[in-house]
T-cell receptor
Framework: GESVGLHLPTLSVQEGDNSIINCAYS??????FIWYKQESGKGPQFIID?????DKRQGQRVTVLLNKTVKHLSLQIAATQPGDSAVYFC????????????FGSGTRLSIRP | DTEVTQTPKHLVMGMTNKKSLKCEQH?????MYWYKQKAKKPPELMFV???????INESVPSRFSPECPNSSLLNLHLHALQPEDSALYLC?????????????FGPGTRLTVL
């Protein structure tokens, strides 16, 4: 079965508010984590990644937090916009020698006007 | 150029047809991937090519046959598919194919098998 899972399948957020999407992983050997955004009819789009030697990484309007103690990953989106509506997947790579990532089941983010 | 392109965008085929999906990238990446994605599900890895050699086959049925003619191109040959093979087929590429590589995805080919 999948080693990466999400707490909530759907998330509805007011436009302008911050969004937090959570992800739990089960393999403590995983050392690389990625967040992807997939809009309807499109392929997954890389958002941000984090290595296991880091706790936090920031991008433009996005922050990823990694808590290795409880095997938890989160994606924070600041000032959520209508264009942020999509399915968000976390993914993990536990193989240092191969880029073989396992995707979580996904969270659909919808934005209320 | 940071784009992975895939053709065709849509494909409808019968169970006796032979067709091919094509993927191309010009980012100098040496690893390329095929994924299958069913509706409302995450992508599932099918094949990985690293430096033009097949490095991972996730026990995919032989009716799917990958080919990597050169480092920029990746094909997926389809033959005698079943209706349950209908899905979005995604291609991705990454720099080297090692464990900390970021994979970049194409828009996918929506395949319908009748």
């Amino acid at each position: 079965g999948e080693s990466v899972g999400l707490h909530l399948p759907t998330l509805s957020v007011q436009e302008g508010d911050n969004s937090i999407i959570n992800c739990a992983y089960s393999n403590s050997a995983s050392d690389y984590f990625i967040w992807y955004k997939q809009e309807s009819g499109k392929g997954p789009q890389f958002i941000i990644d984090i290595r296991s030697n880091m706790d936090k990484r920031q991008g433009q309007r996005v922050t990823v937090l990694l808590n290795k103690t409880v095997k938890h990953l989160s994606l924070q989106i600041a000032a959520t916009q209508p264009g942020d509506s999509a399915v968000y997947f976390c993914a993990e790579n536990m193989w240092s020698s191969a880029s073989k990532i396992i995707f979580g089941s996904g969270t659909r983010l919808s934005i209320r006007p | 150029d940071t784009e992975v392109t895939q053709t065709p965008k849509h494909l409808v085929m019968g169970m006796t047809n032979k067709k091919s999906l094509k993927c191309e990238q010009h980012m100098g990446h040496r690893a390329m991937y095929w994924y299958k994605q069913k509706a409302k599900k995450p992508p599932e890895l099918m094949f990985v090519y690293s430096y033009e050699k097949l490095s991972i086959n996730e026990s995919v049925p032989s009716r799917f046959s990958p080919e990597c003619p050169n480092s920029s191109l990746l094909n997926l040959h389809l033959h005698a598919l079943q209706p349950e093979d209908s899905a979005l087929y995604l291609c991705a590429s990454s720099l080297t194919g090692d464990g900390s590589d970021t994979q970049y995805f194409g828009p996918g080919t929506r395949l319908t098998v009748l």
